[in-house]
């Protein structure tokens, strides 16, 4: 299968000819573009080569630029060699030499540039090629086909088919007659019309007649590029220019999504570090509350040792023995206290006397036993109990044991209310000592 860039599928029918030829060789006279309207660009891509020719800078410029291998001459073909005084249709296939054509033009509102080109004849064309073989040459040179021919006297190459453009440009108007006798004279029989062009083949080659038998058709199984300046090809463009546009709308959405995707991914992104984060302060915090359970289940199992501990000893004989001692001592406490901020002589000498009175009272007597002399004056010596000016004769009775006899008590003039309270309890605790 092929890909049709002719005007009028010149290439298709030339191909159904020639196609069988592997990597052939073409003259394409008034070549123009590489691609628009192009009768070779479908043997190009199939790996065939050429020489190109065309007068106008432009379009040897694009030939030169876009078909790789091949060679592009840059002159007209005429009767003779010279200079030739061409007009140049901007960007047309209008451009020629012919002042008739040319002024013709000018007064259709196409204005034209006039250059001055280097002018050779198709006997030096065909002359300069070095291939056995020429398999087909296209001329279309703008109403200046019988100067081509003109120009073709003794050059013995015969191309294997000739294509030339036979109307008058921009009518239907034929005008062969001038020159397809000089063809035929060169061994060339008429095979073929589309209306535009006709077809010669060499006599030589007469296998391939059949191949101009019937117009471009679905057998010949080729496809249009689109490119051509034809009404079928407008309208591949049109669909052509809606897919571009749809493309155009679809590349903006997908940029629009592709940043909404992006943007989406960042937030997700930032979600999973914050969750990571927040995992990490749950794992942190989940083992510092196991810790902090240890550390209560150990504290707990401490509390529950010292209550046992302190049930234990406030249960033990020693205890409830030293229970007025003890009592005895936080009210001695009280009296010093008393005494060291008192100013008063007479509160001094009370307090001195309920000091010695609870001395004789509540701790001698627990001396009289052995067991609990030691007892009494480890706890005294511990308490500073010793200290007091006035009770260092506990230590007398501490250490010499014996019948004391009380004191008289003080009348109660000399005594405080608060003495009298502190002597009061004092009293109670030695009267009562399991209380």
């Given at each position: 299968?092929?890909?049709?860039?002719?005007?009028?599928?010149?290439?298709?029918?030339?191909?159904?000819?020639?196609?069988?030829?592997?990597?052939?060789?073409?003259?394409?006279?008034?070549?123009?573009?590489?691609?628009?309207?192009?009768?070779?660009?479908?043997?190009?891509?199939?790996?065939?080569?050429?020489?190109?020719?065309?007068?106008?800078?432009?379009?040897?410029?694009?030939?030169?630029?876009?078909?790789?291998?091949?060679?592009?001459?840059?002159?007209?073909?005429?009767?003779?060699?010279?200079?030739?005084?061409?007009?140049?249709?901007?960007?047309?296939?209008?451009?020629?030499?012919?002042?008739?054509?040319?002024?013709?033009?000018?007064?259709?509102?196409?204005?034209?540039?006039?250059?001055?080109?280097?002018?050779?004849?198709?006997?030096?064309?065909?002359?300069?090629?070095?291939?056995?073989?020429?398999?087909?040459?296209?001329?279309?040179?703008e109403g200046m086909e019988a100067d081509v021919m003109a120009g073709w006297k003794n050059s013995p190459m015969r191309p294997w088919v000739i294509v030339m453009e036979c109307v008058q440009p921009g009518t239907r108007e034929s005008m062969h007659?001038?020159?397809?006798?000089?063809?035929?004279?060169?061994?060339?029989?008429?095979?073929?019309?589309?209306?535009?062009n006709r077809f010669y083949l060499s006599r030589q080659h007469q296998e391939l007649l059949p191949a101009f038998q019937a117009p471009p058709n679905i057998f010949d199984e080729f496809q249009i590029s689109g490119t051509a300046s034809n009404s079928?090809?407008?309208?591949?463009?049109?669909?052509?220019?809606?897919?571009?546009?749809?493309?155009?709308?679809?590349?903006?959405?997908?940029?629009?999504?592709?940043?909404?995707?992006?943007?989406?991914?960042?937030?997700?992104?930032?979600?999973?570090?914050?969750?990571?984060?927040?995992?990490?302060i749950i794992s942190a915090l989940k083992g510092q509350l196991v810790h902090a359970r240890s550390h209560d289940a150990h504290m707990q199992s401490h509390v529950e040792h010292m209550q046992s501990h302190v049930e234990r000893m406030q249960n033990?004989?020693?205890?409830?023995?030293?229970?007025?001692?003890?009592?005895?001592?936080?009210?001695?406490?009280?009296?010093?206290?008393?005494?060291?901020?008192?100013?008063?002589?007479?509160?001094?000498?009370?307090?001195?006397?309920?000091?010695?009175?609870?001395?004789?009272?509540?701790?001698?007597?627990?001396?009289?036993?052995?067991?609990?002399?030691?007892?009494?004056?480890?706890?005294?010596?511990?308490?500073?109990?010793?200290?007091?000016?006035?009770?260092?004769?506990?230590?007398?009775?501490?250490?010499?044991?014996?019948?004391?006899?009380?004191?008289?008590?003080?009348?109660?003039?000399?005594?405080?209310?608060?003495?009298?309270?502190?002597?009061?309890?004092?009293?109670?605790?030695?009267?009562?000592?399991?209380?």
């Amino acid at each position: 299968m092929i890909t049709s860039y002719a005007q009028n599928f010149e290439d298709v029918i030339l191909w159904r000819a020639t196609g069988h030829i592997p990597h052939g060789f073409y003259i394409d006279i008034g070549a123009q573009d590489p691609i628009i309207d192009s009768v070779s660009m479908a043997f190009y891509e199939k790996g065939w080569r050429g020489l190109h020719i065309d007068p106008v800078e432009h379009y040897a410029n694009l030939l030169s630029a876009q078909r790789d291998g091949e060679d592009v001459w840059q002159v007209a073909i005429g009767a003779s060699r010279g200079t030739l005084s061409f007009h140049e249709f901007h960007q047309t296939g209008l451009s020629t030499g012919s002042d008739v054509l040319a002024e013709e033009h000018q007064r259709h509102g196409r204005p034209y540039r006039q250059t001055t080109v280097d002018m050779i004849t198709l006997d030096d064309v065909l002359d300069a090629i070095e291939a056995q073989d020429i398999h087909w040459l296209k001329i279309d040179v703008e109403g200046m086909e019988a100067d081509v021919m003109a120009g073709w006297k003794n050059s013995p190459m015969r191309p294997w088919v000739i294509v030339m453009e036979c109307v008058q440009p921009g009518t239907r108007e034929s005008m062969h007659e001038t020159w397809e006798p000089s063809i035929l004279e060169k061994g060339y029989q008429h095979v073929y019309s589309d209306g535009i062009n006709r077809f010669y083949l060499s006599r030589q080659h007469q296998e391939l007649l059949p191949a101009f038998q019937a117009p471009p058709n679905i057998f010949d199984e080729f496809q249009i590029s689109g490119t051509a300046s034809n009404s079928f090809s407008n309208v591949l463009r049109h669909k052509v220019f809606l897919a571009e546009v749809l493309a155009s709308k679809a590349e903006a959405h997908g940029f629009i999504v592709r940043h909404d995707l992006d943007t989406t991914t960042q937030k997700l992104n930032f979600a999973e570090q914050q969750n990571r984060e927040q995992q990490e302060i749950i794992s942190a915090l989940k083992g510092q509350l196991v810790h902090a359970r240890s550390h209560d289940a150990h504290m707990q199992s401490h509390v529950e040792h010292m209550q046992s501990h302190v049930e234990r000893m406030q249960n033990s004989r020693s205890w409830r023995i030293t229970t007025p001692l003890r009592m005895a001592l936080i009210g001695m406490r009280g009296v010093r206290s008393l005494v060291k901020q008192s100013a008063s002589p007479d509160i001094r000498s009370v307090s001195h006397r309920v000091l010695h009175r609870a001395v004789r009272r509540m701790i001698l007597p627990l001396t009289r036993s052995r067991a609990l002399r030691s007892v009494v004056w480890a706890v005294t010596q511990r308490t500073g109990l010793l200290k007091a000016v006035t009770l260092r004769r506990l230590a007398h009775y501490l250490r010499n044991p014996g019948p004391t006899h009380a004191p008289p008590p003080l009348p109660a003039k000399h005594i405080s209310k608060r003495a009298a309270r502190l002597s009061q309890q004092l009293k109670q605790a030695i009267n009562h000592p399991s209380k």
